[in-house]
């Protein structure tokens, strides 16, 4: 007796995860192009003077320990607020170990203000440049030590915040 044949069906080719990316329209396009033209004029995201206490990317704390900050971290005064360092829309708000985190979209890019303990807009609130997303979290456990931590990115990829920011 002959074995029957069996087809094996020829393998359906895979087709590569699709990249998300943000569709934009003309006004979102003009946006970027208002935002990446103020390289280096930006205002700072905090209110009131402020110290940059730890810098952008990887550096090390002591023998043997690597840090990688995906910002910046601004030390001010107690009670001082986040500010949008540019005009745009609030994508989102949220909570992250009790403290609030608010994302603002400007075209393609998207900053990032974390440490808030509490936030004044909601998402999909259109905002200005320089105006209050909420109040910095002051730690009583540091003698009311004040710090937002600030990150820039155009879509996926981060960008160094100091180097967009007016000093």
Known sequence: AKAAATATPAPTPSK???VETYTMDKADRQLSGSF???RGKLP???TGPYLIVS???RYVV???VQLDNKGIDLQGRPGAQAQAVFDGKV???FQLNGLFNVLVRHGAYISVYCNLSRATVKAGDAVKTRQPLGKVFSNPAEGGRTVLHFQLRKETQKLD???WIAR
């Open 16 to 18: 590569a995860a699709p």
């Open 36 to 38: 990446a033209s103020n």
């Open 44 to 46: 700072a995201p905090i």
């Open 55 to 57: 810098h952008y990317g």
């Open 62 to 64: 002591m023998r043997g």
């Open 91 to 93: 994508a989102a708000v």
């Open 161 to 163: 915040p100091e180097g």
